[in-house]
C-alpha cells in the first residue's frame, strides 16, 4: 500500500545532469523528511540529503554540497533529485526514502519507507 516509485536513473557522462523523481502514496507525505541515500556496490549504503516537511531546512552530505538539490512538491506527493556536475564516484543505486519524527538524519534505520532503488552510472 505504502508506495515511493522513483524514476528517472540511468546512463550520464561525467559532468552532466540527472533529475531523479520519486511518487509517494499510501502515507501522509506532507508529515514525513523524505531523503535520498545511495549505495554503490560493495559500499554501505550512503545518506545524500534530506529535507524537511515543508521544505524550509534541507541537509546535504559534504560530498554533493553546490552540485544536488532536494525539492519536494507536496501538493502532488513528490519529491526530486536534481544532480549537476556528476562525477564517477557518484555511481550507485539511489533510493528515496520519507520518516517521520526522525531521530537522526544520515541513519538509514530512520526512515520507515523507502523506494525501489533507480540506479545512476556516471561514465564516459
Do not use: H
Request: aromatic share 14%; net charge positive; charged share 15%.
Amino acid at each position: 500500500q505504502v508506495q515511493l516509485v522513483e524514476s528517472g536513473g540511468g546512463l550520464v557522462q561525467p559532468g552532466g545532469s540527472l533529475r531523479l523523481s520519486c511518487a509517494a502514496s499510501g502515507f501522509t507525505f506532507t508529515t514525513y523528511v523524505t531523503a535520498w541515500f545511495r549505495q554503490a556496490p560493495g559500499k554501505e549504503r550512503e545518506f545524500v540529503v534530506c529535507q524537511n516537511q515543508i521544505g524550509s531546512f534541507t541537509y546535504y552530505t559534504d560530498s554533493v554540497k553546490g552540485r544536488f538539490t532536494i525539492t519536494r512538491d507536496n501538493a502532488k506527493n513528490m519529491v526530486y533529485l536534481q544532480m549537476n556536475n556528476l562525477k564517477p564516484e557518484d555511481t550507485a543505486v539511489y533510493y528515496c526514502a520519507a520518516g517521520e519524527a526522525i531521530p537522526n538524519w544520515k541513519a538509514t534505520t530512520s526512515y520507515a519507507y523507502w523506494g525501489q532503488g533507480t540506479q545512476v552510472t556516471v561514465a564516459s
